[in-house]
């Protein structure tokens, strides 16, 4: 039987408010077994970038990343929230080790090509997750904490998806190891009234999700959210959970089987 691994992902809302991150990390550290954080931190790259007199500019909620923006991304991904949450791990008793995919060639990218006109720059969309290598550094008693940058062989980074980066990294230890990948999100669950914070769906299959999107009830951001995490099942991960920052012990939010 496999050991069981959890995969969390953290947004950069949580990332910027000091008193849910500590929270967030608390609950991260009492997590039994081998563990994975990933972490976005497009606020903070936001706000350091208009420090610098760099522009932020966004087609739908994406950044575009020219090369001055891709100094910022590194920067803070990389450096500032990486670095920062690796500390505060440690402090909370984690052997914590902060990862870009450049390192040890753990996530292999290619430019994401021009499409309908729009070219987003130094952005990568995944090839590969060596998951043979991140596998090798948990066994030894170490927390890999993923920033959202990976590499395309040619000496460049390139800003890639933190959701993408803990989907594709779950499903590389599938193979290793009993997946649970958590994303945490601002809302509870998955809802079925957008309007009543308490209408959880406590569990979604495909069959469900093709149901929820044809009446409606899944749309906007998160059909891909839902995509991504039922892509992510079919490849071997044992399940994942979408729930609030404070509730990622895996008995709250929407299991998606």
């Known amino acids: 039987m496999k050991e069981k691994l959890t995969v969390v992902k953290v947004g950069g809302a ?5 008193e849910k991150l500590a929270a967030l990390l ?4 009492a997590i039994e077994g081998k563990k994975l954080l990933v972490h976005g931190g497009g606020r903070r790259a936001t706000k350091v970038a208009a420090a610098l007199g760099v522009e932020s500019r966004m087609v739908n909620g994406r950044r575009i990343t020219d090369e001055n923006m891709l100094e910022v991304v590194t ?9 920062n949450l690796v500390a505060k791990l440690q402090a909370n008793g984690v052997n914590a ?3 870009t995919g450049a390192d040890m060639d753990v996530i292999h990218s290619h430019r994401r090509p021009i499409k309908d006109g729009v070219n987003f720059g130094y952005v990568g969309d995944v090839e590969r997750v060596d998951g043979q290598r991140l596998h090798t550094l948990i066994e ?9 940058l990976t590499h395309d062989g040619n000496g460049n980074i390139l800003n890639t998806n933190a959701d993408t980066i803990a989907s594709e990294t779950a499903r590389a230890l599938a193979s290793f190891y009993d997946v649970t990948l958590i994303f945490c999100f601002e809302k509870k669950g998955v809802l079925a ?8 769906i406590p569990v979604i299959t495909r069959a469900d999700f093709n149901k929820y999107v044809a009446d409606g009830t899944v749309a906007g951001g998160m059909i891909p959210k839902l995509e991504n995490a039922l892509s992510a099942i079919d490849a071997g991960v ?7 920052a404070t509730a990622i012990d895996g008995h709250h939010g929407t299991v998606i089987k």
């Open 140 to 148: 030894t008693g170490i927390t890999p904490v993923m920033a959202p």
């Open 97 to 99: 080790l902060g990862l």
């Open 193 to 200: 009234n957008p309007d009543d914070d308490d209408s959880v």
């Open 26 to 29: 608390r609950d991260f550290s």
């Open 238 to 244: 044992k399940e994942v959970i979408i729930t609030l």
């Open 75 to 83: 920067l803070v991904y990389g450096g500032l929230v990486n670095k």
């Open 14 to 18: 949580v990332v910027e408010d000091d």
